[in-house]
């Protein structure tokens, strides 16, 4: 039996689709054939590699015996969701930084939380003041002396030359 809308809103309706396929010990090739549809549809769905279309939603309904849009509004949450999720991924003033600076990835894609480490290595290596002193304004002194521990190594003096000057670390281990 699947479970209210709003019990499980934000869920990718495939993870949905594959545990109830589980407990009633069929596959996914097996759904795919009940509904004629394509197993590599229904397989990128349980992967959550896709989202449910309008016409697969009825065919599943159908399948399952509920509302024709109980799979369209469950994807719908999950995109709200994902939006909201990406929405709240803080940045700095990106203002500050050049783009240039990092040239070799989408400037306005940039993880600032996941990529912290790397980040930080790359504005400490070719940062300038400004770039440097919002860098460290944005995750803490704190933050920022952490990850430079962590880094091994950087083949650029100015990385140990302005870990320094910003007294980051005592010394360069």
Known sequence: MLPEI???RGVHPGALLKRELKNLGIGGTELAEKID???????????????????LS????????????YFM????????KSVADEMKKITPDLTQFRKVLFWDTDFHKL?????????????????????????ISFYGKDIVAKEIRSIKSSFLPSFKVNAQKYRLIAEFA
């Open 6 to 8: 709003s019990k499980i």
């Open 37 to 55: 549809e394509h197993k590599q549809t229904i397989s990128a769905i349980l992967n959550e590699r896709r989202g449910i279309t309008p016409s």
């Open 111 to 135: 993880d600032w939380g996941k990529n912290k480490r790397a980040i930080i290595k790359r504005i400490l290596e070719r940062g300038n003041k400004k770039e440097i002193e919002t860098m």
């Open 73 to 80: 509004m469950l994807q719908a949450g999950y995109e709200v």
């Open 58 to 69: 009825i065919k599943l309904a159908k399948q399952f015996n509920i509302a024709d849009d």
